[in-house]
C-alpha cells in the first residue's frame, strides 16, 4: 500500500506525505505538478514538473532519482523548478551521479527568481514568490489564466458583441484564477500580502509547532506555529486550507484539538491535515453457515 496519503481539496487532488525533518513530498496530479521530490516516491515519477520550495534535505533529497527514474522508464526528461541560486549546484549534482552511475539522467533544472512565471501548458503557469524561511526559499502559486468578458459589456446581445469584434473592439480580457499555492516552509510574513496569495482557492502550508511552550524553536527556525494560523487564515478568506510539516512527535487528534482551539471551529470546517489517513474499513466478520446448510459428501 502506498505511504502518500490522498485528499480532495476543493477542486483538486492532493496526494503526498510530509514529517518535518524526515520527508515532504506534495503531488498535485490534474494539475501535472508537484512541490518537493521529497525522497521521490514512485507516484512522484510520472509528473512533468517538481517545484522545489528550498534545499533542505527532507525537501530536495530525491532530485536525482527523480531524473534517472524518468529515464529508466523511458518518459521525456523531467523539469525541476527551482531557485535560481540553487540550479547550478543541482546540476553539479546530477553531474556527480553522472560519473557515479557511469551515464547522464536527462532533466531540466529551471532556476528562477521570484515572481517569474513558468508556463505549465497552455492557459496555466507556476509563480514563485518569496516566502520567510532559508535563503533561496520560494512558495509557488498554480494560476489558471481564462478567458472573461469586459465588465463593461456584460449584457450585451451575442449579435451585438459580434458586431463589437468586427469594428476591432476587445470584448474579453485575461483572468487569473489561483487554483494552488503552496508555501513550502515558511514563518508568516509578507507573502501572505501577495493578492494571488490571498486569491487562492486551495492553500498548502506548514505548521510544524502546536506546543505553547515552542514558540521560539518556531521563530528560531522561521517555521508556523499554531498561534499564526488565525492570521494566514484571515489572509486567504476563501480558501481551503491543508496543514502540511507535523512533527512526527505530534499526535494527530491532539494537533487537530489544539489548531481547531486557536481558530475556532467555524474556520476549522475549512482545515485538512495531509497526513489525516481515512480509516480503513473494518473487515466484515465471516457469516457462519447454518447448520442445514452445510454438506458434506456429495449426493450422487
Not at 515532504?24 to 522545489?52: H, K, M, W, Y
Not at 551521479?97 to 496555466?124: F, K, N, Y
Not at 498561534?227 to 494566514?232: A, K, V
Request: charge should be neutral; proline fraction near 6%; charged fraction near 25%.
Amino acid at each position: 500500500m502506498s505511504r502518500l496519503v490522498r485528499h480532495r481539496v476543493g477542486n483538486v487532488e492532493i496526494e503526498g506525505f510530509s514529517l518535518a525533518g524526515e520527508e515532504t513530498v506534495v503531488i498535485a496530479r490534474e494539475l501535472n505538478v508537484a512541490f518537493d521530490p521529497g525522497r521521490a516516491p514512485r507516484e512522484l515519477i510520472s509528473i512533468d514538473n517538481v517545484c522545489i520550495t528550498h534545499g533542505h534535505m527532507d525537501h530536495a533529497a530525491g532530485v536525482a532519482y527523480y531524473f534517472s527514474q524518468r529515464n529508466f522508464v523511458d518518459l521525456a526528461p523531467g523539469r525541476v523548478i527551482v531557485h535560481r541560486d540553487l540550479a547550478q549546484p543541482i546540476q553539479r549534482l546530477m553531474a556527480v551521479w553522472s560519473d557515479i552511475e557511469g551515464h547522464p539522467s536527462p532533466g531540466q533544472v529551471h532556476g528562477v527568481m521570484p515572481l517569474e512565471d513558468v508556463e505549465l501548458r497552455r492557459g496555466m503557469l507556476v509563480r514563485p514568490f518569496t516566502v520567510n524561511h532559508d535563503r533561496c526559499s520560494l512558495g509557488y502559486s498554480v494560476i489558471e489564466k481564462r478567458h472573461k468578458l469586459k465588465a463593461e459589456l456584460v449584457g450585451k446581445s451575442g449579435p451585438e458583441l459580434v458586431a463589437l469584434k468586427r469594428q476591432g473592439v476587445q470584448i474579453e480580457e485575461w483572468q487569473e484564477v489561483c487554483l494552488l499555492t503552496c508555501t513550502g516552509d515558511t514563518a508568516v510574513g509578507r507573502w501572505m500580502e501577495l493578492d494571488f496569495v490571498q486569491r487562492s482557492e486551495v492553500l498548502i502550508v506548514e505548521c510544524t509547532f502546536i506546543d505553547e511552550d515552542h514558540m521560539d524553536r518556531a521563530r528560531g527556525g522561521r517555521h508556523i506555529h499554531v498561534r499564526d494560523l488565525p492570521r494566514i487564515l484571515e489572509a486567504v478568506p476563501n480558501a481551503r486550507v491543508m496543514l502540511i510539516h507535523l512533527s512526527r512527535r505530534t499526535e494527530l487528534r491532539r494537533a487537530k484539538g489544539v489548531v481547531e482551539r486557536f481558530v475556532g471551529k467555524a474556520e476549522m470546517e475549512r482545515v485538512c491535515f495531509l497526513m489525516d489517513r481515512p480509516p480503513r474499513p473494518r473487515a466484515q466478520p465471516a457469516r457462519e453457515v447454518p447448520a442445514s446448510a452445510a454438506t458434506s459428501e456429495p449426493i450422487v
